[in-house]
């Protein structure tokens, strides 16, 4: 079933799409939403109890902050990269789809990983512990690359200038951006830190990456900022505890010869 513009208005009881900020279609049997490309206001929205198997129409509700698909047909934890540059989500409710039955522990990590904005997820409060052991052990999810063209303006096919370093770094700190519920950086905004590359040289992957976090720093709030701070010292503290795990480990090795 399609959700069309009479049954949103009259659920809503408003008069146009664009003055829609709730809805409530809990048990709908529906499987068509491509009408949110058209509702960009809506701010708290519940689709549970339908057959919707994909996120892709809601990409552009840039205000939505509540969001409730309890019992769908979500097949794949890749449906969340569409709520990734949903800065103000703060609220998602997934559990009963698919893709959370595997590894329901796994699925939660990924989950944070990816939308680590989340306050609540499948109505439990989401903490900062969780948030720094996603880092670690949730699965970073990919977009699915866009079309294409098959060559540029200089004769030499797009794919090719991936290996550019403005690119490349450009990618890194949009990546991070959409996982932070961020909005990407258009090319004429990003700054280039790096000369070009020789032919055949190898990208530095970790200097570019810190680039990117550097540059998108600036662009958090407080809130945001002591998220990252916590994430960071979970992380510091993971790692000098494996350090210390490792040296024990050499001593005892030591020891025995």
Same mark, same amino acid.
């Given at each position: 079933?399609?959700?069309?513009?009479?049954?949103?208005?009259?659920?809503?009881?408003?008069?146009?799409?664009?003055?829609?900020?709730?809805? +409530?279609?809990?048990?709908?049997?529906?499987?068509? #939403?491509?009408?949110?490309?058209? #509702?960009?206001?809506?701010?708290?929205?519940?689709?549970?109890?339908?057959?919707?198997?994909?996120?892709?129409?809601?990409?552009?509700?840039?205000?939505?902050?509540?969001?409730?698909?309890?019992?769908?047909?979500?097949?794949?934890?890749?449906?969340?990269?569409?709520?990734?540059?949903?800065?103000?989500?703060?609220?998602?409710?997934?559990?009963? +789809?698919?893709?959370?039955?595997?590894?329901?522990?796994?699925?939660?990590?990924?989950?944070?990983?990816?939308?680590?904005?989340?306050?609540?997820?499948?109505?439990?409060?989401?903490?900062?512990?969780?948030?720094?052991?996603?880092?670690?052990?949730?699965?970073?999810?990919?977009?699915?690359?866009?079309?294409?063209?098959?060559?540029?303006?200089?004769?030499?096919?797009?794919?090719?200038?991936?290996?550019?370093?403005? +690119?490349?770094?450009?990618?890194?700190?949009?990546?991070?951006? /959409?996982?932070?519920?961020?909005? *990407?950086?258009?090319?004429?905004?990003? *700054?280039?830190?790096?000369?070009?590359?020789?032919?055949?040289?190898?990208?530095?992957?970790?200097?570019?990456?810190?680039? /990117?976090?550097?540059?998108?720093?600036?662009?958090?709030?407080?809130?945001?900022?002591? #998220?990252?701070?916590?994430?960071?010292?979970?992380?510091?503290?993971?790692?000098?505890?494996?350090?210390?795990?490792?040296?024990?480990?050499?001593?005892?090795? #030591?020891?025995?010869?």
């Amino acid at each position: 079933m399609k959700l069309t513009r009479k049954l949103v208005l009259s659920r809503a009881k408003a008069s146009d799409l664009e003055s829609v900020k709730k809805l +409530n279609c809990w048990g709908c049997s529906l499987t068509d #939403i491509s009408i949110f490309s058209e #509702i960009p206001n809506i701010e708290v929205l519940t689709l549970s109890a339908n057959n919707i198997s994909s996120l892709e129409h809601i990409s552009s509700c840039h205000n939505l902050t509540e969001l409730y698909l309890r019992r769908n047909d979500i097949q794949d934890l890749s449906e969340l990269s569409h709520l990734r540059n949903l800065s103000s989500l703060k609220v998602l409710w997934l559990a009963e +789809n698919p893709c959370c039955e595997a590894d329901p522990a796994k699925y939660r990590l990924t989950v944070l990983r990816n939308l680590p904005g989340l306050h609540k997820l499948d109505n439990q409060v989401v903490t900062e512990e969780e948030l720094a052991l996603a880092l670690d052990e949730g699965e970073e999810i990919i977009t699915p690359p866009g079309p294409i063209s098959a060559t540029s303006t200089n004769g030499l096919a797009e794919a090719d200038s991936e290996n550019d370093p403005l +690119n490349y770094s450009m990618e890194e700190t949009n990546t991070i951006r /959409a996982q932070l519920g961020m909005k *990407p950086l258009p090319r004429d905004k990003f *700054p280039s830190f790096s000369s070009p590359r020789e032919p055949g040289a190898t990208p530095k992957k970790k200097s570019h990456t810190l680039e /990117a976090v550097l540059l998108l720093l600036k662009d958090l709030d407080v809130e945001e900022l002591k #998220i990252v701070q916590s994430a960071t010292g979970n992380k510091l503290r993971a790692r000098s505890r494996q350090k210390e795990k490792e040296k024990e480990k050499e001593k005892d090795l #030591i020891t025995e010869l």
